[in-house]
């Protein structure tokens, strides 16, 4: 029984020693999280102090990093820039070499035009002039153009910017004229696909692409987008071999084409003054006719 008794003791005297060991422990654990809790702050406010402590120190010592990164930023812009100039040098001898070929080309040309006694068309005559207003309806797309009849504007002369046609002049004043625009309901133009050997009429569309319409003969291939598309002469309306669009696509058999040039933004256009041969034809023809009778 006393040995019972001791034992009993013991383990009453060593129960509240275990309390205060876990009491404790909770205490320190609560301390801990607590300081967690407020080092942010703290070390924030810290770090303030620090930095504005050493602000001065830091913009003295971090000058030369600065003057050290600029150096290295122009010196990578000096490698790029002798990277361009290297590739601009290998371009322009590009350049150089198909200049030189066309050079060349051209004197041949000459030579056999010479050899062949080639007759060829006077040079065209142009007028420069500047949109000044717009003209037309819904259906309608047309452009007023500062300068007429007396500037030496006919009815009939094609009209380009520095891309291609815009139109041609249908209505011509002293000293304004009216031109018809490829996108115009009414513009019908003649056409060539080049490399296809294809003739048609180009008709606009006023809200779109213009279309291709007709075709003279319709070519066996299909035509690819990017074919080059030219005015035809055909009709004695336009010259022949003015740059007109590309071939955008061909949807449900309809070929559109994208037109090179702005007819939406146009400014400064050039007139194409250009005397066709059959008017000489019909000149020369007129005064054998008169010959003959007077003989």
């Not at 876990?22 to 407020?38: D, N, P, R």
């Amino acid at each position: 029984m006393v040995g019972q008794t001791r034992r009993d003791g013991l383990s009453r005297r060593e129960a509240p020693r275990y309390g205060t060991i876990f009491l404790l422990a909770v205490s320190f654990f609560m301390v801990v999280f607590s300081l967690y809790g407020a080092q942010a702050s703290v070390f924030e406010k810290a770090r303030e102090s620090v930095i504005d402590t050493f602000e001065p120190v830091l913009t003295v010592v971090g000058a030369p990093v600065r003057w050290t990164q600029r150096r290295v930023g122009d010196v990578q812009d000096y490698f790029r820039l002798a990277a361009e100039n290297e590739r601009l040098r290998q371009e322009n001898a590009e350049l150089r070499s198909w200049m030189h070929e066309a050079l060349n080309l051209r004197e041949q040309l000459a030579y056999y035009e010479t050899i062949l006694d080639t007759k060829l068309p006077e040079p065209a005559a142009y007028v420069d002039a500047r949109v000044i207003g717009e003209n037309g309806g819904p259906y309608q797309q047309a452009l007023i153009l500062s300068a007429g009849g007396g500037d030496g504007v006919r009815n009939g002369s094609a009209v380009i910017d520095e891309s291609g046609l815009l139109g041609h002049v249908v209505t011509t004043g002293a000293k304004a004229s009216r031109v018809l625009l490829v996108t115009d309901f009414n513009a019908r133009t003649p056409v060539y696909i080049e490399g296809f050997g294809a003739e048609a009429l180009l008709a606009g569309r006023s809200t779109g692409r213009p279309v291709i319409e007709f075709f003279a003969e319709r070519p066996q291939d299909a035509i690819p987008p990017g074919a080059r598309v030219v005015t035809s002469g055909a009709g004695g309306l336009l010259p022949r071999g003015i740059p007109v669009g590309q071939v955008a696509g061909t949807s449900g058999g309809t070929i559109t084409v994208d037109l090179y040039a702005d007819t939406r933004s146009s400014d400064l256009v050039r007139i194409v003054d250009y005397a066709f041969p059959q008017d000489v034809d019909e000149d020369s023809g007129a005064a054998e006719q008169r010959t003959s009778l007077d003989g």
